[in-house]
């Protein structure tokens, strides 16, 4: 089993800045993508992604966190960053950790984390 752990989500004003952390631990032989997903308050609403970023460091994000956030790995660590800056209240949501690989060199692994709360609100 593969655990995914977020951590720095807090409150935070219009126009402030956070940065998440996702850390990797279990049996990994490999992570390949990992990304950053999240949920918006309401009901029915679905996760969404925010960011993504393969084993080489490519990236995509999505339309609306573009030029804001800025994704990141440490693939010795098995950590992933997401550094967020001129946060608007839309931002508000819980941000999910996900990461795919394998498990000691045959059994691939999917995980999620938890999940980490960042609230905008002034």
């Known amino acids: 089993q593969v655990q995914l752990v977020e951590s720095g989500g807090d409150l935070v004003q219009p126009g402030g800045s956070l940065r998440l952390s996702c850390v990797a631990s279990?049996?990994?032989?490999?992570?390949?993508?990992m990304g950053w997903y999240r949920r918006v308050p309401g009901p029915l609403k679905q996760r969404e992604f925010v960011a993504g970023i393969s084993t080489n460091g490519s990236t995509n994000y999505a339309d609306s966190v573009k030029g804001r956030f800025t994704i990141s790995r440490d693939n010795d660590k098995h950590k992933m960053y997401l550094q967020m800056n001129s946060l608007k209240l839309e931002d508000t949501a819980v941000y999910y950790c996900?990461?795919?690989?394998?498990?000691?060199?045959?059994?691939?692994?999917?995980?999620w984390g938890r999940g980490t709360q960042v609230s905008v609100s002034s």
């Open positions: 996900h990461a795919e690989g394998r498990i000691s060199g045959v059994s691939p692994f999917d995980s």
């Open positions: 279990g049996n990994i032989f490999s992570v390949n993508n």
